[in-house]
């Protein structure tokens, strides 16, 4: 009876001390798994980009165990269109709170995002909301209205209809489209001189596509919706100063700049030595006016 006594309260002990050490554990995955329907999975819509980059990827699950998993977790976010989604940082994540706090306030570095993301997905706002526990919200204003998606979609459609064929290469495909655009839009001068005027949404592609003004984050969102209508792997390219388009074509990653060759002046005169080019090239034509943070936007 003594032994079977003694055996019985080493058990408990052992037990006690268990769930003692491992408390934290235990409520962390009860909390969780209580409210797991909170961090159910959203649907991505239909300009949901697949494809992964060097810099991003799309990470689709609620639990985060690092800083690389925060920013893609944020990115996916971005690219599957949703308004709001939560998530939640791993116990073990001891700098979440911290990186969480320098990444919301980042603004440079939530909108570069915007870069990888189709165009209609992007954001003109978003807000992080966290607590002490790691738990955060994520909510996000779209830049496109769903009535300028549908007129610049009507416009693109019509576009590809009448003057794109099947028989095409990828590279003819494209010429048609940087032509119709440069031909069919002009710069807007007096936005990049009133950065404040509303006369036309020059700043994305409903002011290039439909009101036939932009500047060049419209020229460039313009592209990337053709670009991504045609099937061509693609993603904006920036700097504080100017953005353009990088696009994978004959098994290349290679630059087109509307805007360039789109000019005000008389400099580019052939209108198209922006068009598909090298890196190499690109740093030729411009010199410093195209630097770009080569550990963001790796594959150029």
Aim: hydrophobic content about 35%; overall charge negative; charged content about 25%.
């Amino acid at each position: 009876m003594k032994k079977l006594i003694v055996g019985v309260g080493i058990f408990v002990i052992i037990v006690v001390t268990i769930v003692t050490v491992k408390c934290d554990d235990i409520i962390y995955w009860y909390n969780h798994s209580l409210h797991e329907d909170e961090y159910v999975s959203i649907v991505p819509n239909n300009y949901f980009v697949e494809d992964n980059f060097l810099y991003v990827n799309n990470y689709d699950k609620s639990e985060i165990f690092n800083k690389r998993q925060l920013i893609d977790f944020i990115y996916y976010f971005i690219n599957s269109g949703a308004e709001s989604i939560k998530g939640y940082c791993n116990k073990d994540y001891t700098e979440c709170i911290d990186d969480i706090e320098l990444i919301s306030s980042d603004q440079e570095t939530l909108s570069i995002l915007n870069n990888f993301v189709h165009p209609y997905n992007s954001f003109s706002e978003i807000e992080i909301k966290y607590n002490s526990k790691g738990d955060f919200t994520i909510t996000l204003k779209k830049l496109y209205t769903s009535e300028q998606i549908n007129a610049i979609n009507k416009a693109v459609d019509d576009f590809v209809k009448n003057n794109i064929t099947n028989d095409m290469s990828v590279r003819e495909k494209l010429k048609e489209v940087h032509d119709y655009i440069i031909n069919t839009t002009d710069y807007d001068t007096y936005k990049t001189d009133n950065i404040k005027d509303d006369t036309y949404f020059s700043q994305n592609a409903y002011g290039v596509l439909v009101e036939h003004y932009g500047i060049c984050s419209g020229y460039s969102d313009a592209m990337a919706i053709f670009l991504n209508k045609l099937g061509v792997i693609n993603y904006k390219v920036s700097n504080k100063d100017h953005i353009w388009n990088l696009a994978f074509v004959d098994g290349k990653w290679l630059h087109i700049d509307l805007t360039w060759d789109d000019p005000v002046s008389e400099r580019n005169v052939n209108r198209d030595n922006y068009f598909l080019i090298t890196t190499k090239q690109l740093n030729a034509l411009a010199g410093d006016s195209h630097d770009f943070n080569k550990h963001i936007f790796q594959e150029a």
